[in-house]
């Protein structure tokens, strides 16, 4: 698949814009890796190549406002496929190191650290145990 | 590749079409009785140290290799399944182990109503078998799979201690069950099939990473690639993996001969045996069944009833979440443990006459899974793009909670699985076709409880309550489609899971249900499974040799 990087990294920088220190999406570098893992499943490969495709030419160069504006187009006209753009774009920018900082989050795969609870507390019980037995008895 | 004892070609005692939660477990009880067990299975062995949640990408994995949507994975051993019209998408997992390598491994009981529908409600019908008939096999699954949980339930009867104690409900657990005690409500902490304590064959004790909805990597969720399966092949039973079965042959008295199965090289083999059990699901049993015609069933396999693929039922699903002011401090500001599985309400789960509908609903907990998780809309609906994004992300993020809603879904004639005329799967076969509506009982039943979910999170503190009045994506539960009974104008299998038209052939998996109840089916089909299992084990001695 041939994608414009340039013109999916502006529009990336609207779908998830700059905050504080933090880049845009787009100025991240993002549309490479998702152009990149896309290509592992064809959904969201012919999903980013429909949203691409319908990007206006010039959509770099046109203020925020009109950029909003043509992404709306594209989400109405191709809902579908612009739900799966936002799906791996949040899926990929919410991997991010510098993302997980900001949101004070741990920021690493769920295993093999996982996390640590106490054990189960049977003390919660006390009322739920006070019940009289709802089950219908046949 | 084969795991086995280093059989070649032969004749088996038995055939077991499936390695998932049913057929794993008839190849134990089978292959323990000395049984000459082969079990062809279309998917591969998994490998639990490579599983999604040990990659930075996990996420992404999950909506596209590890999707439990097969025609979104779409691996060569996953078959399609055409959904256009099905409002419910039916989630499944191929491979050793079945969906349990995917599932959330909730363990619930039927309730002795749910045996006796007919009876005590008047409509569907009663199964041919009790609670109590069931509840030895119920103990036995429990032990083999290894059951976290606690007596003392209100909601269900007294049972047999579990071998582990419950897995921690956690700080948002114990606001939920406060709410549920406000309200008046019956809780209870939910029995899993998730090891609180290392348990089982090099099992670890759950470390709360959260993802059950994935492949464990501690081993502390039992898959029965992990369970069952070690006890089968130790005990000689020759498990084939990667050989998609296309056709259960006859003899010339029409008694099942074996399979016709595609090998991992795609190539036509023929698997003998004296008798053959289908342990496939409720959408893959029906199918095979379907594509097995023959001049002694000209209508596909054990379907003189013409009932193999009718009466499918899904267990409809809502949800009711709330957002929260707090969050949880200690773990980075998220609630964690596993993301559903955690309590569960019956309050609603028996008929009411004061009710417009029949029949009832289990709420149970679930909780949030992180940021990418919140973003894409694990709650709520997705996050906004644009200005709003970070605004919406951040108020949500590790401060939801909800309850899922399942509802009991009774069987009805044109809920079907049939064959498709055009799709087809990697080796040619036909690809499933779903026909499926939502009745006006189960809408009912999930209005009612979307109605007191709102309570529910009300009484919980919620900032924002968000509902999905029905999930798409939820069709875990696959029931019906080949149902067991006395009668076999009216049922396609007897009470012991063996086929009325043939009596070689048995079915062991949720297509047998006669209802669905409000509950995981999962220990109810395995519990019928071992039943089953030892009918043949200690009645069908003809079949060993």
């Given amino acids: ?138 | 590749m084969t795991s086995s004892n280093g059989k070649s070609d032969h004749t088996a005692d038995v055939l077991i079409v499936g390695a998932g939660a049913s057929g794993a477990a008839v190849a134990a009880w089978l292959a323990e009785a000395g049984f000459d067990v082969v079990c062809l299975e279309q998917g591969h062995w998994q490998n639990p140290d490579k599983y999604a949640t040990l990659d930075p990408d996990f996420d992404f994995q999950s909506m596209s290799k590890w999707s439990y949507d097969p025609n979104k994975r779409g691996l060569p051993e996953d078959y399609p399944i055409n959904l256009d019209d099905s409002p419910v998408t039916p989630v499944m997992f191929n491979g050793v182990g079945g969906s349990t390598i995917l599932w959330t491994a909730h363990a619930p009981r039927f309730h002795p109503s749910d045996f006796r529908v007919k009876t005590l409600d008047g409509v569907a019908d009663d199964w041919p078998l009790t609670y109590e008939e069931l509840e030895p096999y119920y103990d036995m699954n429990d032990q083999v799979m290894g059951c976290a949980g606690i007596n003392g339930d209100p909601g269900n009867p007294p049972r047999a201690p579990r071998p582990m104690p419950p897995l921690p409900i956690g700080a948002d657990g114990l606001k939920l069950a406060r709410a549920f005690e406000s309200l008046g409500w019956h809780w209870w902490p939910s029995d899993n099939y998730i090891n609180s304590i290392p348990y089982g064959e090099g099992r670890d004790a759950c470390n709360f990473c959260g993802h059950n909805n994935l492949g464990c990597v501690q081993r502390a969720k039992a898959s029965t690639d992990l369970t069952y399966w070690p006890r089968a092949l130790r005990d000689g039973a020759e498990l084939k993996s990667g050989c998609r079965v296309s056709e259960i042959t006859v003899d010339a008295e029409g008694r099942a001969s074996g399979a016709n199965y595609f090998d991992q090289n795609g190539e036509l083999q023929h698997q003998q045996a004296r008798g053959v059990v289908m342990a496939c699901n409720g959408i893959g049993t029906p199918r095979l069944l379907l594509m097995s015609t023959s001049d002694a069933h000209p209508q596909g396999l054990a379907n003189s009833s013409g009932l193999v693929g009718k009466n499918l039922m899904f267990h409809p699903v809502a949800f009711i979440g709330g957002f929260f002011p707090e969050h949880d401090p200690e773990h980075d500001g998220e609630w964690v443990g596993p993301m559903a599985n955690i309590l569960m309400s019956q309050e609603f789960y028996e008929t009411d006459p004061e009710r417009d509908f029949v029949r009832g609903y289990t709420y149970q907990m679930a909780r949030g899974l992180g940021p990418a998780w919140t973003a894409r809309g694990g709650f709520a609906d997705r996050a906004p793009w644009g200005e709003d994004h970070h605004r919406t992300v951040q108020k949500r993020l590790g401060r939801g909670l909800g309850v899922a809603v399942m509802g009991e879904d009774l069987p009805e004639p044109h809920n079907t699985v049939t064959l498709d005329p055009v799709m087809k799967d990697s080796s040619g076969l036909p690809a499933a076709k779903i026909n499926y509506t939502l009745s006006e009982n189960s809408r009912k039943q999930l209005d009612h409880a979307i109605e007191n979910g709102r309570k529910l999170m009300q009484a919980a503190g919620a900032e924002e309550i968000v509902v999905n009045p029905f999930i798409q994506e939820s069709g875990w539960h696959l029931m019906g489609t080949a149902r067991m009974g006395d009668d076999p104008e009216s049922s396609v299998v007897n009470r012991r899971g063996q086929a009325h038209d043939l009596d070689n052939l048995f079915v062991v998996d949720g297509s047998v249900f006669v209802t669905g109840a409000a509950v995981n089916p999962t220990p109810t089909i395995q519990a019928l499974a071992l039943r089953t299992a030892e009918f043949i084990a200690t009645e069908r001695t003809d079949l060993k040799r």
């Fill in chain 1, 1 to 138: 698949m041939s994608t414009d990087l340039s013109l999916l990294s502006a529009a990336l920088d609207r779908v998830v814009p700059a905050i504080g220190d933090l880049p845009g999406a787009g100025a991240m570098g993002l549309a490479e890796v998702i152009v990149e893992n896309a290509r592992q499943d064809r959904r969201f490969e012919t999903a980013l190549k429909t949203v691409a495709d319908a990007l206006p030419d010039d959509f770099a160069s046109l203020d925020p406002a009109a950029q909003d504006d043509a992404l709306r187009n594209i989400e109405s006209a191709q809902g579908e496929a612009f739900g799966l753009f936002l799906d791996i774009t949040y899926s990929f920018y919410y991997m991010r190191p510098e993302v997980h900082e900001r949101l004070n989050w741990h920021g690493r795969a769920p295993q093999p650290e996982g996390n640590e609870l106490p054990p189960f507390d049977d003390s919660v019980l006390e009322i739920a145990r006070q019940r009289a037995p709802l089950w219908r008895k046949v």
